[in-house]
């Protein structure tokens, strides 16, 4: 049976306490060795249930095994130097201590796909797997090898379609890249970032799809968005070429953001991750307000290609208000769901495939 109106997150969530300090970004390993190994498990196994109980359609690992998107993957890489590090602006919005790129990078070996066959053991329900986009993984870096963005970001893209096709071989139904550089550097998008975004997904037969968003609900985050003014446009530089690129579903926010929803008529005919959740607060979402959010965004895409979602990760936020919102997410769906049925919504092409492991 097919469902309309999938659920699903972002990408990450809250970590248990006992594997790391809650509420935190980059948090520091309470395990170490063998104990980590299970524990990770463990904390995998946690974020799947909770999914399950709130009724996410589409599951994830919630990030347990990581300690950030972007680098714990870098972390994999040979080519980088993890002691040597420097300072860059991240997203040219906040200083970070990152990793130096001192020679060719490469995938020596797998990094998350244990992880993804793990997952993919414990639950029947399609599962969704996030990697960082190219453009952000060099965002993320200094670069003393290549000293070219845009030769780092290829190599990384080559590096990225190697873990997506092992990743899918592990029965990964949709691969997602996480791109909120996609929002800062525009002329790069257009000139090379939504091509090396293709590369990482190419040849791929499950379902594909990039997550551009304005960040976790951090204080560098939520400082620049005071910034941005009344209505934030940016999704209108990368959209036109996303519509004409082979990624099958965008993942965008539109939850208490000064997002214009009619942007999504630029993507017109690609499948639409919604985020109706706020991830830079603790208010806990009604499921009327999801719903709200979802009947709006039903003006500018077919209800067949609507995927209901989160702003961003929610690691930062707390087990409890994390839940909850997990839990508005799918009840708020749930209601458009019947209003769909009921004919008191125009159906659009409900009909339309949907994500074929729904079907
Ligand atoms: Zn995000």
């Not at 170490?32 to 904390?43: I, M």
């Not at 986009?133 to 290829?154: F, N, V």
């Not at 594909?208 to 304005?214: F, L, R, S």
């Not at 004409?244 to 690609?270: A, F, Y």
Request: hydrophobic share 40%; with cysteine.
């Amino acid at each position: 049976m097919k469902i309309v109106l999938p659920t699903s997150t972002a990408g990450s969530l809250p970590k248990p306490s006992w594997l790391a300090q809650p509420e935190t970004l980059w948090s520091p390993w309470k395990l170490a060795g063998e104990e980590l190994t299970q524990g990770k498990q463990d904390a995998l196994r946690l974020a799947l249930d909770d999914q399950r109980q709130a009724g996410i359609d589409i599951v994830s690992d919630g990030e347990q095994t990581r300690q950030h998107f972007v680098t714990t993957f870098i972390e994999h890489l040979s080519g980088v130097d993890f002691e040597s590090r420097r300072t860059v602006r991240i997203r040219d919005r906040y200083d970070a201590s990152v990793p130096t790129v001192v020679g060719a990078v490469e995938r020596t070996k797998p990094v998350f796909v244990d992880d993804a066959k793990f997952l993919r053991q414990q639950t029947k329900q399609p599962i969704k797997w996030a990697l960082p986009g190219p453009m952000t993984m060099i965002d993320t870096l200094y670069d003393d090898h290549y000293k070219s963005r845009e030769k780092l970001a290829w190599e990384f893209a080559r590096i990225l379609n190697q873990e997506a096709r092992e990743l899918e071989a592990a029965g990964v139904d949709i691969i997602q890249f996480d791109e909120p550089a996609f929002n800062v550097f525009f002329d790069e998008v257009n000139d090379w970032g939504v091509a090396t975004l293709e590369k990482a997904a190419d040849g791929l037969k499950c379902e594909t799809a990039v997550h551009i968003c304005y960040g976790y609900g951090i204080k560098a985050n939520t400082d620049w968005k005071k910034t941005l003014g009344s209505e934030w446009r940016h999704y209108e530089e990368a959209f036109p070429k996303l519509r004409e690129s082979g990624i099958d579903i965008i993942s965008l926010e539109c939850q208490n953001s000064r997002v214009p929803m009619d942007l999504i008529e630029l993507i017109r005919g690609k499948k639409v991750m919604l985020g109706a959740i706020d991830v830079a607060s603790d208010t806990i979402e009604t499921p009327e307000q999801v719903a709200d959010t979802l009947r709006k965004a039903l003006q500018f895409v077919d209800a067949g290609n609507l995927y209901p979602s989160t702003n961003c990760g929610m690691a930062p936020l707390s087990a409890r208000i994390a839940k909850g919102k997990l839990k508005a997410l799918a009840a708020g769906a749930e209601i458009v769901r019947r209003e769909l049925t009921d004919g008191k919504l125009p159906q659009g092409s409900v009909g339309a495939p949907a994500c074929p492991a729904l079907a």
